[in-house]
């Protein structure tokens, strides 16, 4: 087994875990959510971004096109969510003010399983590149797996819609990660295309740690012990990447 899906199945593993986690305490674990903001933070400044910019020259209008993929993702991310709005649990710590809808509907189930996919692709595309940056991606999503495993199930839970039925969310996201694993790993593209994707996984990370995690982390709880494993989330991975250099 490619060790790329292996590590897709490990972030699935972590997804299931902060489910049983939300099924078990209503703590919001918000030194996690700090930890996991760090962690992807890191992994786009220290590693995403250094790499596609050596890698890929190419310029639109004198502007970087790994630049452009990376704004790009973001805008992209932001676009979907206000469409669908599947990251962000109705129950969030925000105030009252600051609550999205979530339907339940297809828009919402197609979102999630794209962005699985797009965090397996993600893993499997970093292997290709090195198996250090591979590993800074892998650690960065298994935290924000179990992040969005919490954040899933809890909503389920306290809305009235867990059943039994619900549990097949585990399997699609199992299924779904270890797909885009797979074609991370084994599609057969160009070292262009690939720093390209990484570019636009840059820009995803990115608004989710800034739009999503960070936010939810620090809301209605004291902020100083957060920003310090938001910190040291940052801390661990510029150790990560120095390590593998």
Not at 120 to 140: N, W
Not at 195 to 200: E, G, I, K, P, R
């Amino acid at each position: 087994m490619h060790i790329a899906i292996l590590f897709a199945a490990l972030t699935a593993a972590s997804t299931a875990v902060g489910g049983f986690v939300a099924l078990r305490t209503r703590d919001r674990l918000h030194l996690i959510l700090g930890l996991a903001a760090g962690l992807m933070l890191g992994l786009v400044g220290f590693d995403l971004i250094p790499t596609v910019y050596s890698s890929d020259h190419t310029q639109i209008g004198h502007v970087p096109v790994v630049a452009l993929m990376m704004v790009g993702g973001f805008l992209a991310l932001h676009l979907i969510e206000r469409a669908s709005a599947p990251h962000e649990p109705q129950h969030s710590d925000y105030e009252d003010g600051h609550v999205h809808t979530l339907d339940g509907g297809i828009a919402t189930g197609v979102a999630m399983v794209g962005h699985v996919f797009l965090d397996g692709v993600g893993i499997g595309a970093a292997f290709r590149v090195s198996s250090t940056l591979g590993v800074a991606v892998f650690i960065a999503l298994l935290v924000h797996a179990f992040n969005d495993g919490l954040n899933t199930v809890a909503f389920l839970v306290r809305s009235s819609r867990w059943t039994s039925r619900s549990k097949r969310l585990l399997a699609v996201d199992f299924l779904s990660r270890i797909s885009g694993a797979a074609v991370g790993s084994y599609w057969i593209v160009s070292t262009t295309f690939i720093s390209l994707y990484l570019a636009l996984f840059a820009g995803f990370v990115t608004y989710i740690a800034t739009s999503h995690i960070l936010p939810e982390a620090h809301a209605k709880h004291p902020s100083r012990w957060t920003l310090v494993m938001t910190v040291l989330g940052v801390v661990v991975m510029w150790g990560v990447v120095a390590g593998g250099a």
